[in-house]
Nanobody, 116 residues
């Protein structure tokens, strides 16, 4: 079983920065991709950014140029550097891991609140 532990959420003023971390542990088969999703109140969960084992990245249009996803394969950890935060970035951010055997794991979520 795979466990994901997220950290780094919090309250920040608009224009500020936060860095989220997600560490994977347990019986990991082989990681295909890790990513971040978010869910704001009353809205569906949406993709924020994803990075594959080969280093390819994909971002939601709303965060391109402001957020950067990276990973440390040796530590099975993925990071999300969030700059120039806006109030509309306020949401619960969830870490996601997909293995090559198609098994998928979600983190418990971490709250990010951006005040105006």
């Amino acid at each position: 079983q795979v466990q994901l532990v997220e950290s780094g959420g919090g309250l920040v003023q608009a224009g500020g920065s936060l860095r989220l971390s997600c560490a994977a542990s347990g019986s990991i088969f082989s990681i295909n991709a890790m990513g971040w999703y978010r869910q704001a109140p009353g809205k569906q969960r949406e993709l924020v950014a994803v990075i594959t084992s080969g280093g390819s990245t994909n971002y939601a249009g709303s965060v391109k140029g402001r957020f950067t996803i990276s990973r440390d394969n040796a530590k099975n950890t993925v990071y999300l550097q969030m700059n120039s935060l806006k109030p509309e970035d306020t949401a619960v951010y969830y870490c996601n891991l997909v293995e090559f055997n198609r098994h998928e794991t979600w983190g418990q979520g971490t709250q990010v609140t951006v005040s105006s």
